[in-house]
């Protein structure tokens, strides 16, 4: 059986895996992404250790790699990745010379989608958007059953849409961004400075009395065993989830809205209000089907396995494809 | 040569046409709206007398209706419009027995973005996003070089994505919407407010020293005039217009973006502080193309002549789809 390996890397953590062709995770391999500041090569060093102890002395059919940033349209490029040290810079052919065999780069909210259409919660949906609900937000547009990657390839990028005039400042650079008001670190920052301003909460002692080790997960079981701040912070990430959903829908009007990351794990503790949110907000929501807001079914894996189903959709025909892309990648395509 | 017409009905007027194969409008009948408060029957009277005066006693192959309102996935009900009667109401049907002629029905602002696809502004592009700027805001979405319809038909429903949370109140209902910052009545409101607070400006004397009727073209002439609340006014209402796109290019990342309407007439007033607006807003703009921001080539005849190419590209072969779409809506389709 060929190997077909994903490879997810995050601002925090890069996990590769294979897959199967039915979209079974047989195998995963950590590392911990070294940071942004750093040379890329350290970067490219975790993958590859990663990718290797996923391989070991198996042949390796081809990889896909989900990043957590701008992807140009050809796939060539990391344009921009505001938790990671790449700026324009070719990773895919780079990292295929590296690890001799073909290479396929696309954006991990792309992945995440494409594996949700084939294995998980999109389903047979035509139109649907995937939300991702992690440190920030990120997101993938599906049109036709397929994910649309925009002319730049960066469809997608609802994180950054400003909801707030002047508000948040936002690592992007700009202010107001949706993910400051709906994603793991608003959540975090909101039970913190409940934390802060002294009220009453199970959160004080989870964080040993130190509110900046707060951490998502932390308010997620706090809210889970009844914890009134923590269920607070809650309804306002998931109203705010609904708030921007509801222009998203109004742009698009999708079949599905999906909700992935991590934070998703928290399932209608989040969904719930932002149910609600969606529905008050929504132009004309008398009038009109409001698309049903589901949680993710793939979990943490889903940006890994796109990438390697996209691997494997890329370089499954008989090689055929494969060869003309090495080859084109070499410099060595037939003139034509 | 065949008949084929597009008739556009707003909150204000109703435009009938007569379009070639070529996009090119040969006649034109105009009447007024009659209210959004009214018997239906008032508004199909309205567009009837529109469609004859058209026709005379030629005979009609198909006609288009291009509606400012939520028209439904399969193009037979107006389901809600806000400057309208129609409330949920089967409204292809009903005309097309009226008329004894074939008749398509689409929302404005896809028949706008139809006929910029086809003879206009949008021309080749893939992916290209329509924004008209009249009273309020309409949209449509390009993809693949055809108008998205969304799963409900409402796709592009910008106007009513929320930009100022608990903002200016809204005819939707909704509080904060983007046509409330940027549009015709936006334009006319801050205008209007300089004028009540005593500023010196030409639009005083332009409205007779009645803020109450002063209108868009107004504060446009004034603007191209020189005139500073009236150039105030745009640079506001275009900054709004940008920050809006930077919103909407996030999230579809096309290759052009379109901008049509009354207000449109304005050009670079309006559009050079959207396109500022645009760049400083969007994320990661140095590291991605930034897709122009280009005026509708079609002006305010758009909506009518893409109805006219809706109800030709539907009833143009050979009539079979014709009569096939009439039998069926007449319930005398043959039994499979």
């Known amino acids: 059986m060929a190997l077909f390996i994903g490879v997810d890397i ?11 062709s039915t979209g079974r995770v047989s195998r995963t391999a950590r590392r911990t992404t070294p940071g942004r500041r750093v040379e890329a090569r350290l970067v490219e060093d975790a993958l590859t250790e990663a990718v290797e102890e996923i391989a070991g002395t198996r042949r390796v059919r081809a990889i896909g790699i989900a990043a957590a940033g701008f992807v140009d349209a050809q796939g ?3 344009r921009f990745a505001p938790h990671l040290p790449w700026r324009d810079e070719g990773v895919r052919a780079r990292l295929q010379e590296r690890w001799s065999a073909p290479v396929v780069l696309d954006n991990d909210a792309n992945c995440a989608a494409r594996a949700e259409v084939t294995y998980g919660a999109i389903g047979g949906a035509e139109t649907a958007l995937l939300v991702t609900m992690g440190t920030g937000i990120g997101g993938a547009v599906v049109l036709d059953g397929e994910v649309h990657r925009g002319f730049n390839g960066m469809a997608g ?9 002047g508000g948040h400042a936002c690592e992007c650079g700009g202010a107001g961004c949706w993910e400051q008001y709906s994603s793991g670190n608003a959540l975090v920052r909101l039970a913190r ?3 802060v301003a002294g009220e009453p909460t199970t959160l004080a002692e989870a964080c040993g009395e130190d509110p900046g080790q707060l951490t998502g997960p932390m308010v997620t079981d706090a809210a889970a065993a009844g914890d ?6 809650f309804a306002t990430v998931g109203d705010w989830l609904g708030v921007g959903l509801a222009n998203l829908v109004a742009a698009f009007d999708p079949e599905i809205v999906v909700i992935g990351g991590g934070l998703s794990a928290a399932g209608d503790l989040l969904l719930d209000p932002a149910r609600s949110a969606l529905r008050a ?6 009038h009109r089907d409001v698309p049903p807001v589901a949680r993710a079914a793939l979990g943490p894996e889903a940006g890994a396995i796109g990438a390697a189903d996209l691997a494997r959709q890329t370089f ?16 060595t395509a037939p003139r034509r």
Request: proline letters at 2%; glycine letters at 12%; hydrophobic letters at 50%.
């Open 316 to 331: 499954r025909i008989g090689g055929t494809r494969a060869r003309a892309r090495l080859r084109a990648a070499r410099g």
């Open 76 to 78: 060539e490029r990391v």
């Open 157 to 165: 990028e609802f994180g950054h849409m400003q909801v707030v005039p």
């Open 10 to 20: 995050g601002g925090t953590k890069v996990l590769a895996t294979a897959v199967s």
């Open 281 to 286: 907000s929504l132009v004309g929501s008398a």
């Open 193 to 195: 400075d409940a934390i």
């Open 228 to 233: 009134a701040v923590a269920l607070r912070a």
